[in-house]
């Protein structure tokens, strides 16, 4: 999971499209994790957004319980190269939860316990204790950009 240069000397990186939808939502079941396809961007562009040498992917964003943040059938460009730092200073995060892959803000507490935000009010914030999270939660990918149609 990987972004790739066409060539040493090439202005354009290739970023793998993974078969992969993250629920901003109820969760949702991976069913694939192959590469679709790969998506094409100029290497300055994606020195502004990502650090260089950066694990990194294209997803699919489902539902609107990140909205306006992110809407549903937004493209994802994510890192997966997390670490509990990035936790620690909150965003937007791809995770798996007792199986399922979902899409939301995660913020750590003190007491080690982790807030699941939907950036849409009508749905409510989640605690997940201390305890279960470090049994139960994997940080899979931090969001770093995302885009859609104009709406």
Same mark, same amino acid.
């Given at each position: ?10 202005? *354009? ?9 993250? &629920?901003?939502?109820?969760?949702? *079941?991976?069913? +694939?994790?192959?590469?679709?396809? %790969? %998506? ?14 950066? /694990? ?8 609107? &319980? ?8 937004? *493209?994802?460009?994510?890192? %997966?190269?997390?670490? /509990? ?6 965003? *937007?995060?791809? %995770? ?7 899409? @939301?803000?995660?913020?750590? +507490? ?25 049994? @139960?939660?994997?940080?899979?990918? /931090? ?7 104009? @709406?």
């Amino acid at each position: 999971m990987q972004t790739q240069a066409l060539s040493s000397s090439s202005d *354009v990186v290739a970023i793998a499209r993974y078969a992969v939808q993250a &629920s901003a939502g109820g969760g949702a *079941v991976a069913i +694939a994790q192959d590469v679709e396809d %790969f %998506f094409y961007v100029n290497r300055d562009w994606l020195a502004s957004i990502a650090p260089r040498g950066a /694990r990194l992917g294209m997803l699919g964003g489902r539902g609107d &319980s990140m909205e306006p943040t992110i809407s549903d059938g937004d *493209v994802l460009i994510v890192t %997966f190269d997390v670490t /509990r730092q990035d936790l620690a200073a909150g965003g *937007v995060f791809v %995770f798996t939860y007792e199986g399922d892959i979902y899409l @939301k803000r995660l913020s750590l +507490a003190l007491d080690g316990s982790v807030q699941v935000i939907s950036d849409n009010q009508s749905y409510p914030m989640q605690t997940i204790p201390a305890d279960v999270a470090e049994a @139960k939660l994997e940080i899979n990918a /931090r969001v770093i950009w995302a885009g859609g149609p104009l @709406k």
